[in-house]
């Protein structure tokens, strides 16, 4: 459970709750999570190769860096919908240090997931995660038997 917490960047509080929206949901209640967790604004703008690391795709979301269909959106913690366009604010798409960050990424040679596509500093979501796509060393069934006790 810690290191999903630290992976994710969430406090406990914001870790039950997403939790217990994930129980009410259909489903299985596991991967439901992960799906949540992984739709979050932060790791999605993390995913789409946006920002190096997730406390930097953090710091743009709450900076007010990131659009979400053309309207700023600046909670990390916001969970992004399917057909769900993200992008950064054009302002910020042009600074020098922001195509650095696009150059380091480029680097790492991350995978882009199915389930989103990415152009230059924009993306979208196509579909929910698939269980698959997730982190596979993430061992969900121990945090439902934690929160269920």
């Not at 960047?9 to 596991?30: C, H, I, P, V, W």
């Not at 042009?94 to 696009?102: G, N, P």
Request: hydrophobic share 35%; net charge positive.
């Amino acid at each position: 459970k810690q290191k999903v917490k630290r992976t994710y960047l969430m406090t406990e509080k914001q870790f039950r709750k997403f939790f217990d929206e994930a129980r009410k949901s259909t489903g299985n209640t596991g991967t439901r999570f992960l799906q949540l967790l992984e739709m979050r604004l932060d790791n999605v703008v993390y995913r789409m190769g946006l920002a190096k690391t997730r406390n930097q795709a953090r710091q743009f979301v709450t900076h007010g860096h990131v659009r979400i269909n053309g309207r700023k959106m600046d909670i990390p913690s916001y969970v992004v919908n399917v057909k769900d366009e993200v992008s950064m604010k054009p302002k910020m798409a042009k600074t020098a240090a922001y195509k650095h960050v696009l150059e380091e990424v480029k680097l790492e040679k991350r995978q882009v997931p199915d389930w989103l596509t990415k152009a230059a500093t924009s993306g979208q979501v196509l579909s929910e995660p698939l269980r698959e796509n997730i982190d596979k060393g993430i061992k969900e069934q121990f945090i439902i038997e934690l929160y269920s006790k």
